[in-house]
């Protein structure tokens, strides 16, 4: 191989790596959800806004002085060194805010038990126009403008990168080694059985819901902190193809990671084709931008063609009211 | 905290009730998110209210009104007849572009014409488009078992990319325009203004009559009926001969004709022309899930909905523009809205106990 290969492929995996991570992150915080028996379709929603509140946190720690005082309409921002500290307030502000979001989910879907398709499309939309409009209220229309300095990494990566590596056997560890994870999976498999056992079903389910939501909070911004800047629909579909995921890695983390990183090699290589040929006009590259999501189609095609392995790792309480018996 | 119980004495009035809940629960939210996000809260609500009667001529005003509930509401019953059988189309905004793509495309099929006989084939067209995209996700649920819900939204960003790439590629217009655009359709086949200067068009008056044809089929015949058999006991479905298979290729076969028909007259009354996906396509597909949602399904309430949404958008502008409070408002609205309207779906068939005392709460947790 030749250098320029070995640069290339090392280019290749490096955006692989910043298409992946939040796809990772938002995909672990739904599987356990979804383990818990609850569908949770706001992933997108939850992102956007852990997003947009995740760069504004990043905005305003990073911009301080403001000299509106002594020219009217004048605003002058002042760049301050943008430490470790000031970055990990910003992802507990994403976190947060995705878990607020959540939280009206789970109250909602296990406190006043309305239907969790819909709870869930509607947190999406929602989330979707809402964080347009603060958005754009926000920094303007002319999102360019704004520059969230560069986030501090380690190793050579982010941090959020092998958090997010970490957090799959972590999340393999609890599920299915520990009693919390019994408790959770018992809940999501039967929750007639588990209440019958004296467990809190729609409290456990809360919980998992809070996390799934703090996860894709900072699965958005990962997105805006570290790949791009903010702008309307950032995240271009990411929370639904992290929903896809859970059914491309039959609720497995391991696979799941799996998954994430194969869909982004692929949307990797699919952004490079402009480098690999420079002929090329620009109608075929907008023709290939819809490849990762005809793949996703094709993907989850040949997956569900197999009834059994989706029948045997589904929790089988997914998606399912649960009545306590009163 | 409380505590839900089945109620026994489920009725008409229980729903009235809880719809009226809904919307207390909502006016009361709006009007603190009004009084934290303006200086003069009184003076915007009442513009958010009666904003047709202020400044502008009233039809301009109302005419906005009209063009937004007609989309809303067209989209929003279609998409109702899966919603109630459970099948989940989320992609209308993806069948709403290829319906104008079809509409378009049936636009260069006739050659050109300049002739207003050409519009219903247009209209046609992109019916056919809506449809033959939505039946993408039906058929590989059909066959494949495949999540309806997942793939017809990557579908969305599918037929928003092939929009774009259209009007860069194959179907290139005007090089010197700022966006990419094909060439615009001439005047003499779009539908007509009704009254000068408002949005009132002939394609409203087409999308009104297709809603009011639908809402008919679906409340007086065997089909409608079927549908909400479907929708309260699936099983009761099966044993009456009714197959599931088929009331999903019926839900996406509507919903795609409905967001097709939207999407063509949007092409031929408001733009003319096909434009890149981010300056055409205005979310009408997904806030139509919303409205869906809010009219509970039913074809009456979709149309309050819409109605009540349109306005409360339009209004929104309206006071951004008048006293500067940001039309983020408008969202803000339909959020709670929606929220309110989903919470209290549940008080049609349960009754809240109210449990005061710590000792019980905690048991009522449990």
């Known amino acids: 191989m030749t250098p320029e290969t070995i640069t290339f492929l090392m280019k290749l995996l490096g955006a692989a790596i910043l298409l992946a991570t939040p796809l990772l992150l938002a995909a672990l915080g739904e599987l356990v959800v979804e383990k818990s028996g609850v569908l949770n379709l706001g992933v997108e929603g939850m992102m956007l806004i852990g997003a947009l509140f995740g760069y504004i946190a990043a905005y305003n720690l990073q911009t301080i002085n403001c000299l509106e005082e002594l020219i009217p309409g004048f605003c002058q921002k002042e760049e301050r060194f943008f430490t470790l500290t000031d970055y990990l307030m910003a992802l507990c502000a994403a976190a947060l805010a995705g878990a607020l979001l959540a939280a009206v989910f789970g109250f909602l879907t296990q406190g006043l038990r309305s239907n969790h398709v819909a709870v869930g499309l509607g947190l999406s939309i929602l989330g979707a126009g809402l964080s347009n409009s603060l958005g754009s209220n926000f920094f303007g229309v002319n999102y360019t403008s704004v520059q969230v300095a560069d986030h501090p990494a380690v190793f050579g990566q982010d941090l959020l990168v092998w958090f997010s590596l970490l957090a799959v056997p972590a999340i393999w560890y609890v599920l299915q080694r520990t009693r919390t994870g019994l408790v959770i999976r018992a809940v999501g498999e039967n929750h007639d059985s588990a209440y019958a056992l004296g467990y809190n079903v729609p409290k456990i389910r809360f919980y998992c819901i809070l996390f799934g939501g703090a996860m894709a909070g900072l699965a958005g911004a990962f997105i805006v902190l570290v790949h791009v800047d903010w702008k309307e629909g950032v995240t271009v579909g990411k929370g639904w193809l992290a929903l896809a995921l859970i059914l491309f890695g039959t609720w497995k983390p391991l696979r799941v990671l799996c998954g994430a990183y194969i869909f982004g090699l692929l949307w990797a290589s699919e952004l490079r084709f402009d480098n690999l040929f420079p002929s090329w006009q620009l109608e075929w590259k907008t023709a290939l931008t819809m490849a990762p999501y005809v793949f996703t189609i094709l993907v989850l095609v040949i997956i569900s063609r197999n009834p059994r392995m989706i029948r045997q790792s589904a929790p089988a309480s997914l998606g399912k009211l649960f009545n306590p018996p009163s | 905290m409380f505590k839900l119980e089945p109620r026994q004495d489920a009725s008409l009035w229980t729903s009235l009730r809880s719809i009226l809940i809904a919307l207390a629960i909502t006016a009361v939210v709006s009007v603190l998110v009004m009084v934290v996000m303006s200086d003069k809260p009184a003076e915007a609500i009442w513009q958010l209210l009666s904003f047709p009667w202020q400044g502008r001529r009233m039809e301009v005003q109302f005419g906005l009104v009209a063009q937004q509930t007609a989309y809303l509401a067209i989209i929003a019953i279609g998409l109702s007849v899966g919603f109630k059988a459970n099948v989940w189309n989320i992609g209308a905004e993806g069948q709403f572009a290829i319906g104008s793509v079809g509409a378009y495309l049936g636009y260069l099929i006739l050659g050109s014409?300049?002739?207003?006989?050409?519009?219903?084939?247009?209209?046609?067209?992109?019916?056919?488009?809506?449809?033959?995209?939505?039946?993408?996700?039906?058929?590989?649920?059909v066959t494949s078992n495949t999540n309806e819900l997942l793939t017809s939204l990557m579908l969305v960003y599918v037929a928003s990319h092939l929009l774009t790439y259209l009007c860069i590629g194959p179907w290139k217009g005007d090089p010197k325009a700022g966006q990419a655009e094909t060439f615009p359709m001439p005047e003499s086949i779009r539908p007509e203004t009704l009254i000068n200067g408002t949005e009132f068009h002939t394609g409203l008056i087409i999308l009104f009559v297709a809603f009011i044809v639908l809402a008919a089929i679906l409340l007086f015949t065997l089909l409608g009926f079927r549908l909400r058999v479907a929708q309260h006991t699936p099983r009761a479905e099966r044993f009456a001969g009714f197959s599931p298979d088929n009331t999903v290729w019926l839900s996406f076969l509507i919903s795609g004709a409905t967001a097709g028909l939207a999407g063509a007259v949007y092409l031929t009354a408001e733009t003319?022309?096909?434009?890149?996906?981010?300056?055409?396509?205005?979310?009408?597909?997904?806030?139509?899930?919303?409205?869906?949602?809010?009219?509970?399904?039913?074809?009456?309430?979709?149309?309050?909905?819409?109605?009540?949404?349109?306005?409360?958008?339009?209004?929104?502008?309206?006071?951004?523009?008048?006293?500067?409070?940001?039309?983020?408002?408008?969202?803000?609205?339909?959020?709670?809205?929606?929220?309110?309207?989903?919470?209290?779906?549940?008080?049609?068939?349960?009754?809240?106990?109210?449990h005061t005392g710590s000792a019980k709460t905690s048991q009522a947790m449990s």
């Not at chain 2, 929220?339 to 109210?354: G, N």
């Open chain 2, 113 to 141: 014409p300049e002739g207003a006989w050409a519009l219903p084939l247009i209209l046609l067209a992109g019916v056919i488009g809506g449809c033959l995209w939505a039946l993408i996700p039906a058929a590989l649920r």
């Open chain 2, 272 to 354: 003319g022309k096909l434009i890149q996906a981010e300056n055409y396509l205005e979310n009408f597909g997904f806030a139509a899930i919303v409205i869906a949602f809010l009219g509970r399904l039913h074809p009456i309430g979709i149309l309050l909905a819409a109605f009540l949404i349109s306005y409360v958008n339009v209004g929104a502008s309206y006071v951004q523009a008048s006293l500067g409070v940001d039309d983020s408002v408008a969202d803000l609205i339909e959020v709670t809205a929606l929220f309110a309207f989903l919470s209290t779906a549940m008080l049609d068939q349960y009754r809240v106990r109210w």
